[in-house]
């Protein structure tokens, strides 16, 4: 009869220590991007809200239309109040949002006022000089924080676009 012989194969601990070491720095260096990818993915929320924001701004202002006499306004039944200030040319309206892209405050005329409580983003819409009878442009800016006014001071981020409304 032959005698089978019998082999163990097994890791060493040499082995075994060094796996874990190379897995100990992979998990350590994927743990030490996780803070940078958070910060982008939110800075990534923040732009998206503020196009959303930019957007509703700019078809409020394309719904502002000059009607026939005689016919109804209907500019408070929606919007963000913007109807009609294109007759005060060069003063600009800033207006206030939260962090989910719903105004918050009202619309204020002239000077920046303070944001109020809860506002993350700040919306300042400029009436360009000089407007005709057919067709008005407005440079409108998203920035955020709110608290920060982009005059004076240096916001985290901003979005801007001009608009040339047919009216």
């Known amino acids: 009869m032959k005698q089978r012989s019998r082999s163990c194969s097994a890791f060493s601990l040499a082995e075994v220590t060094l796996a874990l070491g ?6 350590i260096a994927v743990m030490g991007m996780l803070p940078v990818g958070l910060k982008v993915q939110q800075a990534s929320v923040q732009q998206t809200t503020a196009n959303e924001i930019m957007a509703a701004i700019l078809n409020d202002l394309r719904a502002d239309v000059v009607l026939p006499p005689g016919q109804a306004s209907k500019e408070l039944d929606s919007g963000f109040g913007l109807h009609g200030h294109w ?8 207006l206030f949002f ?9 619309v204020a005329q002239g000077t920046a ?3 109020p409580a809860g506002a ?6 400029t009436y360009l000089f000089p407007p005709t ?9 998203i920035t955020w924080p709110a608290q920060v006014d982009p ?4 916001p985290a981020g901003s979005v801007g676009t001009y608009i040339a409304v047919n009216r």
Do not use: W, Y
Request: without cysteine; neutral net charge.
């Open 22 to 27: 190379v897995a100990a720095f992979a998990l």
């Open 87 to 94: 007759a005060l040319v060069a003063v600009p309206d800033t």
């Open 98 to 106: 939260t962090n989910d892209g719903t105004q918050t405050g009202s």
């Open 113 to 115: 006022p303070p944001a």
């Open 120 to 125: 993350v983003f700040r919306a300042k819409i």
């Open 133 to 141: 009878a057919t067709t008005s442009v407005a440079n409108v800016t």
């Open 151 to 154: 005059t004076t001071g240096n």
